[in-house]
């Protein structure tokens, strides 16, 4: 997964680019990286990292101007490497582009073999490259125009901000699977993956890109230009609800943390439980908690305490002394648990190892029952539109009851949130959302990733 | 404020100090090492910076042995220097020593003059080099003895870990300020500052290290020494289970989380309110609101979301886009906070700067009323004994009435938890715990500090 | 300038890549590179910086193969940044390629802006980059068809090595502006700029790659392709023999420390002058003053200290204390100097103003005449065939008579060596060398370089 | 070996200190550090690494200050660490005080494990520290009385800068083994181990500070101290003139490169030789040769060319290619040295390991013959007094005969310079002189060092 901003018409661009970013740290721990435009001259800056720990004082220095986009991303397996941080800067014959991209593009190794034939060579592994190149070999002679000739060939999740030397261009894929927002802050323009970005900074939130949209901010304002057909449906992402999005942000015009606790009201409605707790896995899972117990009238508890220092390399020392992936992180409260009946909630459960593990961790503080509740469906399908999860053989609900893996997380009862119940706030939900993790039911078809391996550091 | 571990016996006892120091990384976020001795050499390696930092794969296979202590720094004002972190390590007359200390000594500057009076030579700015140089120049030949000589001198806090080739020291003045605890794994032994860091290695908790207790670990056991006169009263630090300890520790014999949301009912029952939700300012008031909410049946909504990831050296990028310092923190969730009369449990008031911000920005994302509740008395005296809070002056209820902290703050209204509620749990307070920092009765006189300048780095 | 080395069939490719650059480290400071194939994957490793400090035992590590080339660049003025360093590696429709250059295209501009319309996408500023985008739209199917392909649309110097998954490359432009040799060691083959380090590995030197060869080394052994029509004459640069190469290198079929010292020798004949001392200007002077003493008869001594520690980076810390830039490199010998006539040899003046430090440096040590001889003839054209010569404004032969530039640096006597002089050793200069910076004979025309901008970091 | 400076009154007090080690550094490579006052606070800098590379523009500016001492140190077995590196700074009961020190005290140990037995502690495994702590038990009030307290109480070599915040100190030990002198710019004092540091800032020589004084430089101006009685004879290094200094400075009121020609012209009259031929061992042999040639007739060619590039961490990266030590530094002009009877003209041999390296490799490069001349007396006794000649036992000298060595390196012929040679300048080397290397008569006898073991990084 992957975070965006993109600034327009600020003196400090550079500044504004990193505290939004910081907001959106969430979205991506591996790498981050701002471009900048002083009008003249595009510079980039990208590093490996954390957002706090790559821009010191020196480094936001030697970013002067006053437009600029950002990107944070996530770890994915094997190609965790700065050629593929981004943003990804290009000087082609048009002048210099710098793009950063939050999504997928489902047909990009088709592309990319199809341009590699015809003499094209490409810098890094990542999908969003195929983007410039398409852009490089279009006839056309205006920046949308050549951008619309780009986005036209290619299939799968976007939400982009490209930057050129005098102006900013956002844009979402018509299905609109991540989202993205506009704000304003006196007279400039913000575009962030998340509205706590435009909190940080203290902008106002002005409205959702639409999906299908591409929107230019130049000397002469804001330009709105809608390129695709009308797709037969929307397929907002609604893993973004129950995980990806901070609490505090409003996301596909709703508030993530209200949608979350109407999850644990569902959950508690279709799965109660006697029991004496309910504690959260801390944090994704305190507010489905909160209304899980608000819905039963269960005491909620902070059972489990969450560590603030579990950084991105923690060494396990030692084989001898294991499972420190979850103990490192949490700690059972054994006064508050002991003898008690607890209900746990979570959001999800991947391959089930973290899930069984916390269950244990529960039961050896004492606690007497262990009733495990998850806010969301069985994920039983691989996403190719953003989200890192594993391979379908990885997750554990492709092949397991939910008997079978409540046997396996060695819970004394386990239940799901129904996909009724995940949709108790609209009735178009298939009309609007992708729920493909839950039902395989992809809305664009995907090829299979292709390992390239030129190794360079 | 600092945390300490030693660990004796154990074929890895590097790694274990490693992952109890991290398990410790709330007490003290600015510089931590271990010492390590393998029978013949003592190896002492520290660094500013996070535990996960500092201590990489190759730093801990450079700490051969299976005896060490380890220590973390908080930071304090104007010496934050390498030179001052722990453990500090010494060659004298009797050997190689190093020593890790938790608590601040009352009467250092004094016992350093008359020493450097005397050709002594000191090398940092830390009052527990004092111990050191008492240490060298006592004409006892025993360990316990030379250590017991030079604690006879000092007074104060200090709960302290001592490495000698040979063996492992733990210490505890005999006010018994600072937490320390014994546990035990397979055939080794653990000390440690809280019980979290047992829980993490999987140790069972034996006993704390009582006040006015020295307790050696070596090939023929533990023994235990208690070389002081019974003390009038002791001095356990209230502070501990207000904010400093970590909610899922055993300290001073009793559960943290319980003991904060004890206080959370003690305010609620004091200082009841009508309004909506009650909200903690994360992470530390957490307990304390879901005490008051139990207590007054209002809900309890996790209405202020904190950022894992602010970390210690965050840049301030601009003077034109203030209040960085709580907003990279906390951002509200306004749907929950809109139109709502909202109770915030926070664990104490220091300067009030910060209380005033979250007020403001609780009010601002739309809350009708904000009610602010602190689940301790007012801190209106400095800590000598080793909690780095600010000079009187800068207390602001040190010189404001409660009222007018109401004002500066901007809160509806403002009301802190009495002294007597404080105590829920104990009749004995007076003969076990120190609370100067609400009452200004401090156990033992403290000199003024001295600024030292020499800089070296 | 730069220089460049290929390793064929070692099992220490890189260790053997990383001792013939550091043997070639005069040829380039800026930035050293080596990329290894082990048959299957191709890694590129480089860095701004020496050989010695960029190649740790874990970089080295972390090239394993038995096939390598590398590259040492200079730095030029402007562009001197990562991405162009080299080796620089592609991958594009035939698998993955590394290419290292030395030398300097003379129509690159040109056909990059053709291929950039065309669609195409650079990623750095240099000139060696059209190659690999030429390589990459033929339509040729076998390496050596797409080398030539590709060769024979670009003009200028450059002696290259390429590397494949499965081969290594060697070639040299028709004129043979650069040098290029082979060597062999044991079973393993050997390519490089300069005998020296052919001689540090022990390598035995076999012979040049001549003007215009192809070399490609494969598991078949040595194969030799010549796709390119005898040229009119060839172009081998004379500044070579005067100033680049090392003395100890064997050159285009002689050895560089004995064409020094003929330089001396024809200069004294040329010019001969009544001194007490012939003083080298350490270390390129040393060969060419042996010489002029050894014909003059006039002493020999070292006037002049050179120091060892003069780094790429010195900072000059003040504007009060000037002269730094020789002063830090040269100490005069006071006792010495004192008195006599001296004579001091350069191989060349390129601005003046080092030489004018010097002189003065020389007489305010008490010399009481200074004799200035040069051991080449005015430099007065800008070199764009690979040295990094300054524009022609800058030069100070370009614009003043020998007399004039005696006065600028204040010398009692200023002499070159003539041209006839300089070929003292051929009579075939018009056929083999190019010497257009003393004669701005071009023996290929160049295009006027243009400055791009993105920046990257 | 080291080197030390001092500065008072300048307004760039650590740019000059700064400027004057990098001239110095051939006496140090391993550490360098500078230590100033601004009259308030005494700051200072110290890092393992060579000079240009530790102080940067951004460590100079934390410097401020009119008043600075620096140190370069050489590489000594097994205790080459950060702690002790120079200058050495100490807060005691006087105030602040730093430290830099060239010598060898042949005292330290006995002195120390006095000094510990009474209760001090050491922070490193220096001798100089021992200074410090003898200041501190001084019970004299003024610095020069408490110096000199200290002072008579160490034996061996020391030439010493002292700052404190308002003075510099300078200080030789009554034997004057190693340089000290002092320099004058406008109205600063300059201090330094050669006066190579001096030339650099354009200083004017003054005198050399002598054997047994002690100098202070303070506000009313430079104060002289000879608070030592007469010693029976001087004990100046004579190594210093043989390899030590450079040959561009004064030392001991003599010039460096007159007496190593000097040396040549001697050992030309002692050990005359048929030959072609004469190459010096590069830089040091080269004076010598120089005069070797001169005496003889036989013509001077650089034969062996020394690399610039070779650092003091250079990888040897595999135990197939072997003898790099000598390969990297050193490489031979093939076309000079074939057929020819060569004399190689070095300084001294230590081991002899190097010396048939070399023999080898001008062989190997087709010498007929190979006749080593060296122009000192056979090393065959350690120095304790501050150069790091290896034990005894590693010396070659002590336990061969010249015709053993001259078959272990396999030359023609060997000769040395004999002791009378040695003293061509001069008829009272006895009563001036240390030859202690050469001869075993040792004017003051050394202790044993003793292992220290605390390791602390």
Redo the contacts between chains.
């Keep these: 997964m992957c975070g965006i901003v993109g600034i327009y018409n600020h003196p400090?661009a550079a500044?504004?680019a990193?505290?939004t970013l910081?907001?959106l740290?969430?979205r991506g721990?591996e790498s981050a990286g701002i471009a900048v435009s002083d009008g003249?001259?595009?510079?980039?800056?990208r590093r490996m990292g954390?957002?706090?720990?790559i821009?010191?004082?020196d480094a936001?220095t030697?970013l002067p101007g006053d437009k600029a986009i950002g990107h944070v991303r996530y770890s994915t397996s094997g190609e965790s490497l700065l050629k593929n941080s981004q943003p990804f800067?290009?000087?082609?014959?048009h002048g210099?582009l710098a793009i950063a991209h939050n999504g997928n593009l489902v047909n990009a190794q088709k592309i990319r073999s199809r341009l590699?034939?015809?003499?094209?060579?490409?810098?890094s592994t990542m999908d969003t490259e195929v983007i410039?190149?398409l852009m490089?070999?279009?006839r056309e002679k205006d920046l949308v125009n050549i951008l619309v000739d780009a986005l036209h060939q290619v299939e799968g999740a976007y939400s982009l901000v490209l930057l050129t030397e005098s102006c900013l261009v956002a844009a979402r894929d018509p299905y609109g699977w991540r989202p993205l927002v506009i704000g304003k802050l006196d007279n400039s323009y913000i575009v962030a993956s998340e509205t706590?970005a435009l909190?940080?900074?203290?902008a106002e939130y002005v409205r959702e890109v639409e999906p299908g949209e591409i929107i230019v901010f130049d000397e002469k304002g804001m330009h709105l230009h809608k390129p695709f057909a009308v797709p037969q449906k929307k397929a907002l992402c609604i893993f973004e609800y129950i995980y990806f999005a901070?609490?505090?942000s409003?996301v596909f015009n709703r508030?993530v943390?209200?949608m979350r606790k109407g999850f644990g009201h569902q959950l508690a409605k279709e799965n109660p439980v006697e029991a004496d707790l309910v504690v959260p896995i801390p944090?994704s899972g305190?507010?489905a908690a909160?209304g899980y117990s608000?819905e039963t009238g269960i005491?909620?508890?902070?059972g489990l305490?969450r560590?603030?220092?579990?950084?991105r390399?923690?060494?396990e020392?030692?084989q001898?002394?294991r499972h420190?992936g979850v103990?490192?992180k949490l700690?059972?409260?054994?006064?508050?648990l002991k003898g008690k009946r607890v209900v746990l909630v979570d959001d999800s459960i991947v391959r089930g190892t973290t899930s069984r593990k916390i269950v244990k961790m529960v039961r050896d503080a004492g606690a007497r029952e262990v009733h495990l509740r998850i806010s969301s469906p069985p994920t039983a399908w691989s996403c190719y539109y953003g989200i890192d999860t594993p391979t379908r053989e990885e997750l554990i609900a492709s092949s397991h009851s939910v008997d079978e893996i409540r046997k396996f997380i060695t819970a004394d009862s386990l239940a799901y949130l129904s996909e009724k119940g995940l949709y108790w706030f609209t009735k178009k939900h298939k009309e609007w959302f992708c729920d493909a993790c839950f039902t395989g039911d992809y809305p664009v078809k995907a090829e299979q990733p292709k390992k390239?391996?030129?190794?360079?550091?």
Tied chains: 1, 2, 3, 4.
């Design positions: 400090e500044n504004l990193y505290l910081h907001a740290q969430h721990q003249k001259t595009i510079r980039n800056y954390l957002v706090s720990e821009f010191t004082e936001l030697k800067c290009v000087n082609y014959t210099d590699e034939t015809q003499g094209s060579i490409f810098q410039t190149h490089a070999g279009s706590c909190d940080l900074i203290e901070r609490p505090d409003h508030d943390y209200e944090d305190v507010p909160i608000e005491p909620f508890q902070m305490i560590s603030h220092y579990v950084g390399t923690f060494i020392p030692s001898s002394i420190f103990k490192l700690n059972p409260v054994r006064e508050t390239l391996k030129l190794v360079q550091s």
